[in-house]
């Protein structure tokens, strides 16, 4: 119950296009879902993040969508450009109200790339 | 700033031998976790560290130890390394600010067990 399932496992889109990544997850405890963005050779850092009590964020070309009902969520990457390569993890916690940190569950990932 | 550094960047162990991954950060954050990541796993929490002074076994600890030097530095020890362990080693920082807390992650240590 603590798993978030992340779809495709690899995907390659053309320069301009939209990509998009899906993941899934069962606890309905969950209350933030983060996704990091990590070049090859670096660690991953957080690109964008969503609370349940919205559908959708958006922040330049990156817009996360969330539907609550289906327990699922995805990264859409408009006008995907190649520096936009890289793997992607969604992720998702429980914000904790009492200890100083949130645990968070991470999905698989997805490597991107974006060819010219 | 630095933020997250972790050392050495890769190494190559034999079964058996014992190491210890270095990581270190200067955010002044009170949180520090280590976590490993393996193809199509994601990343999975090794240890994590609240506060100075004080670990706890996240995922997947078997096999692993951790110190807390200090408020800077959290260290990951391999008393006897075995082929399994072989992974990619990441270290990660956060500080909660009434928000959701992000998780400020190190380059990485690529380890090999052969």
């Known amino acids: 119950q603590q798993q978030v399932k992340q779809s495709p496992q690899s995907l390659i889109v053309q320069k301009g296009g939209i990509s998009i990544i899906n993941c899934a997850y069962e606890n309905t405890a969950f209350d933030y879902f983060p996704w990091y963005q990590q070049f090859p050779g670096k660690g991953p850092a957080l690109l964008i993040a969503?609370?349940?009590?919205?559908s959708e964020k958006k922040e330049g070309r990156f817009t996360i969508s969330f539907n609550k009902s289906a327990k699922q969520f995805s990264l859409h990457i408009m006008d995907s450009q190649p520096g936009d390569s890289a793997t992607y993890f969604c992720?998702?916690?429980?914000?904790?109200?009492?200890?100083?940190?949130?645990?968070?569950?991470f999905g698989p990932g997805t490597s991107l790339s974006v060819i010219p | 700033n630095a933020g997250v550094t972790q050392t050495p960047k890769f190494q190559v162990l034999k079964t058996g031998q014992s190491m210890t991954l270095q990581c270190a950060q200067d955010m002044n954050h009170n949180s520090m976790y280590w976590y490993r990541q393996d193809p199509g796993m994601g990343l999975r929490l090794i240890y994590y560290s609240a506060s100075e002074g004080t670990t706890d076994k996240g995922e997947v600890p078997n096999g692993y130890n951790v110190s807390r030097l200090n408020k800077r530095e959290f260290s990951l020890r391999l008393e006897s390394a075995a082929p399994s362990q072989t992974s990619v080693y990441f270290c990660?920082?956060?500080?909660?600010?009434?928000?959701?807390?992000?998780?400020?992650f190190g380059p990485g240590t690529r380890l090999t067990v052969l």
């Open positions: 969503i609370r349940p009590d919205v």
């Open positions: 990660a920082s956060s500080e909660r600010t009434g928000g959701p807390d992000t998780q400020y």
């Open positions: 992720a998702a916690s429980i914000l904790s109200r009492t200890a100083s940190y949130d645990k968070v569950i």
